[in-house]
């Protein structure tokens, strides 16, 4: 399936991978939304099912683990995510930890690119002001692991909707207020492309970013 984002057109069942700057990926992104599905409709029944497959895993409530992959129950229960075709397939295709790997990556992308082209036009209509409020608490496993959570809040006055976007789910060391701070600014500007004091005007939580 051709995914249609900022850095990456991936082609799950051969694994292939095309950078915006190939003329391929530079034709994709002038595509009006409707040719862009009829692409998309174009594609293969084995890329379709794999992607089928893909979003089934990702977004499944049960967080399987990639080691899953190793299991044969596992890969009969993708068969029944393949879309049906109008008759039978001998073999239909099943998804590896390879392809999985490019498709998560390719998923990753396309939400960078659509959240930084929410809110493009808000940072200009906000004129400086500082429109988002970050959303952050921290974890502590059972095995002693230190796990942040960032998410961004903010408001989208052409639709009348309010928005909490899951920013990262981070791996920390320490705990300590300004640790958590700094992280916070580098995810800022590395999922939303602006710096954290453009558009960050508050913190909840435990008041760490404040520091």
């Known amino acids: 399936m051709a995914h249609h984002n900022n850095e990456a057109v991936v082609n799950l069942s051969e694994g292939k991978e095309l950078k915006w700057t190939s003329p391929e990926a530079k034709k ?34 049960g967080s399987q683990p990639l ?16 879309p049906n075709q109008g008759s039978s397939v001998e073999k239909p295709p099943v998804l590896n930890k390879r392809q999985i790997r490019h498709y998560i990556e390719a998923e990753y992308n396309s939400f960078k690119f659509c959240l930084r082209k929410d ?12 429109f988002c409020q970050i959303c952050h608490d ?25 928005h909490v976007v899951a920013l990262a789910f981070r791996k920390v060391k320490e705990s300590k207020a300004k640790t958590i701070a700094a992280l916070g600014k580098e995810i800022v500007i590395e999922i939303t492309s602006f710096k954290f004091d453009d558009i960050v005007g508050a913190a909840v939580q435990d008041g760490a970013e404040k520091a």
Request: aromatic share 12%; hydrophobic share 35%.
């Open 119 to 130: 809110l493009k036009p808000l940072v200009a209509e906000s004129k400086g002001n500082k």
């Open 67 to 82: 080691s899953t992959f190793d299991d044969p129950n596992f890969k009969a229960m993708l068969h029944a995510m393949v």
């Open 138 to 162: 921290g974890v502590t496993l059972d095995n002693k692991s230190k796990y942040h959570v960032y998410g961004l809040q903010y408001t989208n006055s052409k639709f009348r909707c309010n």
């Open 28 to 61: 994709l992104k002038k595509m009006k939304q409707g040719d862009l599905n009829n692409l998309i409709d174009s594609q293969s029944y084995a890329d379709r099912a794999l992607c089928a497959q893909a979003h089934w895993f990702v977004y499944s409530a």
